[in-house]
């Protein structure tokens, strides 16, 4: 029998996505539950470690949405087909974790809305610029 999965994530993108992408790209039947901000703190408790992204499967609580997102992977055929593919692509994903974090990191509220933006896309096109070279030689997982 094919596992039940649930999806828990706040009614956003964001972390939940590529979760969404992978299950979807299997054909996974799963329950997409999303939370509005306000709900959070009620369910913040349940979570492990108080965070979220959450799949459930079968029941069982996971989560760590890079870890999850691995797992799925593979379960649906998209890993590497050796040790050395799976590095190069944990590689890949990691640095567009990095991105992320720049973004965040570049979040400051007493600079206006549309300027944040715009400073964060300054910074990642910079350094997405500086790195070209290096990326080119993961052009095969980036097509």
Known sequence: MAPTYKLIYFNVKALGEPIRFILSYGGLQF????????????????????????LEIDGKQTHQSG????YLAKQVGLSGKDDWENLEIDMIVDTFTDFRLLSILSYDLKVPRQARFENAKQQKRNFFLSQKEKMQRFGAYLH
């Open 67 to 70: 870890a999850v997102s691995r």
């Open 31 to 54: 329950e997409d539950y999303r939370f509005e901000r306000e709900d959070w703190l009620k369910l913040k408790p349940s979570m492990p470690f108080g965070k979220t992204p959450v």
